[in-house]
Nanobody, 115 residues
C-alpha cells in the first residue's frame, strides 16, 4: 500500500521561508513523477510544482522563482523549498504522483503565512 507523508509546515511571516518534505513508501519511487499540490481554504486543490523521475522541474506561475522542488531517490523523498512566502501561499500542502492518484492523498501539512 502506498503512503505519502508530508512534514515541515508551520507558521511563518510574509517574506520568510519554509521547507517541506514528503516521504513515500509502497512504490518504486525512482520511476514516478512527483508533484506538490496545495489547497487553500474555500479553494480547489492546485498543482504547485512537479519533478520528473529524471529531475526535470516545472512550477505554477504563482510560485515560479520562489519555490524549488527536489527529490532524493535514495531516500524516497521529495522536497519543496519555499522562499519569499506570501499570505496567498497559505494552504495545506500535499505531495502526490503527477498526475495525481486520488487514493494516494495523505494528510498534508499546513502552511500559514502571516502578514
Amino acid at each position: 500500500q502506498v503512503h505519502l507523508v508530508e512534514s515541515g509546515g508551520g507558521l511563518v511571516q510574509a517574506g520568510g521561508s519554509l521547507g517541506l518534505s514528503c516521504t513515500a513508501s509502497g512504490l518504486i519511487f525512482s520511476i514516478v513523477n512527483m508533484g506538490w499540490y496545495r489547497q487553500a481554504p474555500g479553494k480547489q486543490r492546485e498543482l504547485v510544482a512537479t519533478i520528473t523521475r529524471d529531475g526535470s522541474t516545472n512550477y505554477a506561475d504563482s510560485v515560479k522563482g520562489r519555490f524549488t522542488i527536489s527529490r532524493d531517490n535514495a531516500k524516497n523523498t521529495v522536497s519543496l523549498q519555499m522562499n519569499s512566502l506570501k499570505t496567498d501561499d497559505t494552504a495545506v500542502y500535499y505531495c502526490n504522483l503527477h498526475p495525481y492518484l486520488s487514493t494516494y492523498w495523505g494528510q498534508g501539512t499546513q502552511v500559514t503565512v502571516s502578514s
